[in-house]
């Protein structure tokens, strides 16, 4: 078949409502949805039927030293376990995020003035409370920030404690049996980190666990680490410099598909970053101006995205909801509101069933959701002849979807296809294509009827640009979002 020589079709995918008869862009909003007994200071943990398990920093019957409950989308809320009064034995304060093993929930006890904190689980099904581990201030840890996490069939849970350790009360990484074993502990050396808040990242690529200290390395702002889970070693792999490159990360990473963590940094206003398994760095976005606005943990979505909310910033200085993609294409869906909306120091966000963000405040102590309009995927792309293609995407059911194909040159005038959905799949009829057309397969431009093709449903088709080989990237819709007005994309990632 004859080689291509223009660029004969591309995609661009946005979602709009239908509001008399004119096409506006879907607006973002945030609900409470119940409140917490008290401050939280971790995210929610998704399950399943659209039900989430947390926990409460203070709160609950016995004193009050904070709580575990489970909350649906709808704002049921239940308190399954009240921590006891405030001794020295007893745990009390939770902070982190919770690990779901089997019908146990896994997490961590901070402790605050009373102790030195715990590990702890809970049977969500027997309604059993157990102490796993009780740290003792200096050899196996002191006051856990940062939850615990596991690697798949191991019985064994992995934890990073902020202070304490034996070589100089730069904290530590250890690792407990499900049944409370204490296996082994490796303090930090603060030339490799020190003060790791959050928990660890597990690697199945490579088997290894990842992490970030708040402090420490070479020049004290902070690492990137590895921890060898059979020999317990800690390798730093990146320095932070507290200057282009941030420094004081504080978050969790997250690993993506493409075997590339991303996190957030403090210092400074704050910012996303990536880093690669071996250390390579990238700076994906820094927050305008000097003032912290205190970015907390990201939330991968849809195509690649991910989400994010700071504490500070945005109109009312209530912090912001936002979007980055791997490429740090960022944009604003919505600024959140102290004032009415008790919105205020969000904690990391999490997706719910319904295709919205759900998350908790530390200072208003409440439970929100934020809509975010489903962003399409590309299912599939077929000819039906010569002129008319086929695209077939997935949909919510009321939406309204518009569709952009380029006919030879992009600087032609777009054809144009509008559909509302009946929900699930929909396709798009594009007709009127007179110079054939094509699209990006296996590096080969062809014109004619081609047969079916499917996307890669990792990379969807917005927000990331699709880069043809030997052409320009083709040209992106306007970013989506902005104010309490805005529209951004984004959504759970599809079963």
Known sequence: MKKLTQL???????????????????????????????????????????VFYGTSNRGGTNAPRGSIFSVSESGQMDTLYAFSSSTATNANSPMGPLLMIGTDLYGSANGLIFNRGHLFKYNVLADTYTNILRFDGTNNGDGPMGGVITIPGSGIVYYTTPSGGSSGNYGVVGAVSTNGSLLWVTPFANTNGASPWAGLTYNPNDGYLYGLTESGGKYDAGAFFRVNPTNHSITALHSFTNTTDGGNPQQALVLGPDNIFRSTWSSGAGGVFQIKPTGEYKVLYTFPGTDYTFPQGLTPGPNGDYFGVTWFGGSANGGQVFRITTNGDFSVLIDLIPTGSAVFKANTLTFGTNGNLFGT?????????????????????????????????????????????????????????????????????????????????????????????????????????????????????PALGGGTNGSGGGGPPLP
């Open 361 to 477: 405040a530390v200072v208003q102590t409440n439970i929100f959701q934020v809509s975010v309009p489903l962003v399409p995927f590309i299912q599939k792309i077929e000819g039906l002849n010569t002129n008319t293609l086929r695209v077939t995407i997935n949909s919510a059911a009321g939406q309204s979807y518009v569709l952009k194909a380029y006919s030879g040159d992009l600087s032609m005038t777009p054809l144009i296809v509008s559909n509302t959905a009946v929900g699930g799949t929909d396709t798009f009829d594009i007709t009127g294509i007179t110079n054939g057309y094509g699209f990006y397969q296996t590096g080969v431009f062809t014109n004619g009827l081609p047969t079916s093709y499917h996307t890669n449903m990792t990379k969807g088709i917005y927000p990331p640009p699709i880069t043809y080989s030997n052409l320009a990237q083709l040209p992106m819709l």
């Open 8 to 50: 004969l079709a591309a995609f661009a995918v946005m979602t709009t409502l239908a509001l008399g008869g004119t096409k506006a862009t879907a607006a973002i909003t945030y609900t409470n949805i119940t409140s917490v007994p008290w401050i939280s200071f971790g995210p929610l943990l998704s399950v399943s039927n659209g």
